[in-house]
Each structure stands twice: as structure tokens, then as C-alpha cells.
């Protein structure tokens, strides 16, 4: 099935985040020249496919270094030894108040329940 959007817009969002200084750099160097960034990115796209070669070749001394993709995984100091109650995380349950994990009386039925 295929996945609907989430978004009205016509066009699809695209995410990135550069390093802090160089966005900040680079947003003035366009407004220095009464250009932004949003346009700067659209006209890159646009040079990109009309020839490809010759525009990656002006780019071949400033690619970033590759980063992963999605959350980073957990270091091994991060995970916690398997049967360690002091250790193991307990989930969402671990936050709850003491006293909500504890059984206690129904007040309709008499019964104990786990709030």
C-alpha cells in the first residue's frame, strides 16, 4: 500500500543539517548578494541535473566526511549487564510513581488492581 503523504505541499520537505558556523557563513555570504538559502539549495538541484559532471566537479574538494544515518547505536558503557536490577532499564514502568506500581484495592469491585 503505498504510503500517503503528510504534508499538503506540492513539493516533498528535504532535511539537512549543516555544521552551525558553515550555515551561518554561507547565509551570509548569499545575503551579501541578496540570494537565501532555500532558492541557493533549489538552484544547485537545478545546475546538478542539467550537467552533472561538470557541477560535482566544482564541489570535489568540499564533500563532508559521511555520517550514519538515524539515532546512533549504543556505546558498550551504555549497556547495562543483563539481570542487574540496579542496572536494567525497566522501561516506561520505571517511571511511573511507587505507589502506582504497587497493587492496591479496587474501590468498585473490592478486588486489587495495578494502577
Given at each position: 500500500?503505498?504510503?500517503?503523504?503528510?504534508?499538503?505541499?506540492?513539493?516533498?520537505?528535504?532535511?539537512?543539517r549543516p555544521?552551525?558556523?558553515?550555515?551561518?557563513?554561507a547565509?551570509?555570504?548569499?545575503?551579501?548578494?541578496?540570494?537565501?538559502?532555500?532558492?541557493?539549495?533549489?538552484?544547485?538541484?537545478?545546475?546538478?541535473?542539467?550537467?552533472?559532471?561538470?557541477?560535482?566537479?566544482?564541489?570535489?574538494?568540499?564533500?563532508?566526511e559521511?555520517?550514519?544515518?538515524?539515532?546512533?547505536?549504543?556505546?558498550?558503557?551504555?549497556?547495562?549487564?543483563?539481570?542487574?536490577?540496579?542496572?536494567?532499564?525497566?522501561?516506561?514502568?520505571?517511571?511511573?510513581?511507587?505507589?502506582?506500581?504497587?497493587?492496591?484495592?479496587?474501590?468498585?469491585t473490592?478486588?486489587?488492581?495495578?494502577?
Amino acid at each position: 500500500m503505498p504510503r500517503k503523504p503528510t504534508s499538503q505541499h506540492k513539493d516533498p520537505q528535504l532535511n539537512v543539517r549543516p555544521p552551525a558556523e558553515l550555515k551561518a557563513q554561507a547565509v551570509a555570504a548569499l545575503g551579501e548578494r541578496d540570494r537565501e538559502v532555500r532558492a541557493f539549495i533549489v538552484a544547485c538541484l537545478a545546475a546538478l541535473v542539467a550537467d552533472p559532471d561538470r557541477f560535482l566537479a566544482q564541489l570535489s574538494g568540499h564533500w563532508p566526511e559521511k555520517k550514519p544515518y538515524g539515532k546512533p547505536r549504543r556505546s558498550p558503557a551504555q549497556e547495562t549487564p543483563e539481570g542487574d536490577p540496579a542496572t536494567t532499564d525497566k522501561g516506561p514502568e520505571s517511571l511511573r510513581p511507587e505507589a502506582a506500581r504497587h497493587p492496591e484495592p479496587c474501590r468498585r469491585t473490592g478486588g486489587t488492581s495495578v494502577a
